[in-house]
């Protein structure tokens, strides 16, 4: 057993493919699900990257045996027509938040930190821009203004205008009416003329407002300086608006006619609700990155309010301070880590945030932050730690290198016969036998005992020192009948498509290839193809 109070110390689960990580992973959510805490469950959030069938089912299944059945949400990349609906970047504490969510994404190597800092600077103008007008955020918004600024600098003036100096807007048009290509001046060549009248009337009044300077230095760039700077932020904010997904990540507030539910995380704790979020990372896995990041971001920054005013802030009768334990399990989680995770798993804690992370080596999570000491500031935070059998020593060393040195008994037989000097004596030889008993100092687990485990059996050094050998029980899957229609539609798609980060390779993206799918010339062809032998030098 692990006492609850060390949950909030974080569990970093380790363990290669088919060793039953995930089931394992089942096991605590469905304890963390069940569990009460002075009266009232517990909140429970699941990232799956991939999407595996029984781990929903799971989720599902736990959450109705609890009854909690109206408090659970399901969020699912790729199948977005049940999917619940999630704006990342709708609710901060702080404006500038919006522009750290997103701009935090990009590459910041090298010469790319200049591009990530004025894309920051960017989409923080613009996001200011947006709350003023009265707009939430999101991602369908800002990339619309990031296209085209111009809109966005009109309908700001527009809106200033007329809280500050109402007149102003006969001397924009006259000024408009005067412009022809030959005064315009070079760098404003390509812009709408009512923008150019807009800044040549604010460049004769003296006008401050921080938000429609920052857009006047948009403006003021050359037209194709200024598409070369923000080019590294048009490809994110293009994934995260394609297709479908724009449905889910940047929700219509006002169409009452869609009944899939929006929700955020602040919301999410105060119903204590269960949270599925599930990525579909072998379809895209830029994108599913792209959303988890978004979300650990967003978490984050739900933790960092929660910490200074608890729960409740805002609500009438609210209790300053007020804390509920946040469970957070990331499998794979990996493929969605990057600078966003670091403070989630090193100052989450204060607000109640507990992580279970699951991965497969310590490699992974090196490869995708990309950097050796960030991985091990990563490591470091977690106090507990769960390893089933792996298969990189590296790995196995990271449990065995905090294991002290035991002493054990050796026991050595040494016999040995000596001839007698003597030829006149009664003696022949003499012959002796002793047992030795030495002490040996040796590693009280060495890695080959972690990477020869089974199936089922783990390795567990919890509460910072304490060792225990585990044997877990592997649950039974339940049946599809307990969850509603759709939800067992989606757990075929995901059965039918998940795999394991070991066999990627043998994805079932496509589907099978039926009989009755080709024409009957090429099913003559493809049977003779068949019933012709195999050639000796090639294997079948």
Known sequence: ?????????HTLVLGTTRVGKTRLAELFIAQDIRRKTNGEHEVCIVFDPKGDADLLRRVYVEAKHAGRESEFYVFHLGWPTISARYNAVGRFGRISEV?????????????????????????????????????????LLIQRHVVNIDALFIEYAQHFFAKSEPKAWEAIVQVEGRL??????????????????????????????????GLRSAVRYDRT?????????????????????????????????????IFDWMQIIRKRAVVYVGLDALSDAEVAAAVGNSMFSDLVSVAGHIYKFGIDDGLPGASLGIKVPINVHADEFNELMGDEFI??????????????????????????????AKAGQVIGNFNNLIMLRVRETATAELLTMQLPKVEVYTTAIISGAT??????????FTSNTQDRITTTSVPLIEPAHVVNLPKGQAFALLEGGNLWKLRMPLPAPDPDEAMPKDLQELAGYMRQHYVEAGEWWESQALPTLRNDTLPASLLDDFKGMAAAPADEDRTP
């Open 1 to 9: 057993s692990l006492p609850l109070g060390e949950r909030v110390g």
């Open 99 to 139: 522009a750290t969510r997103i701009a935090g994404q990009l590459a910041d190597e090298g010469n790319s930190r200049a591009f990530k800092e004025f894309a920051w600077r960017f989409v923080n103008v613009i996001a200011r821009a947006l709350v003023e007008l009265g707009q939430r955020p999101d991602y």
């Open 180 to 213: 022809n290509d030959r005064n315009i001046p070079r760098h404003m060549v390509g812009r709408e003329k009512r923008v150019v009248a807009i800044e040549q009337y604010l460049s004769q009044v003296r006008v401050y407002d921080p938000v429609l300077d």
């Open 225 to 261: 300086y200024f598409d070369k700077i923000v080019a590294s932020l048009l490809p994110l904010l293009e994934k995260l608006t394609t297709g479908k997904i724009a449905e889910l990540l940047a929700p219509n507030y006002s169409d009452l006619s869609d009944p899939r539910p």
């Open 343 to 372: 403070p989630m798993v090193n100052k989450g804690g204060g607000a109640g945030v507990q992580v279970t992370a699951y991965t497969q080596t310590l490699s992974d999570i090196e490869a995708r932050i990309g950097s050796r």
């Open 419 to 428: 001839d007698t000097s003597d030829p006149q004596g009664n003696t022949a």
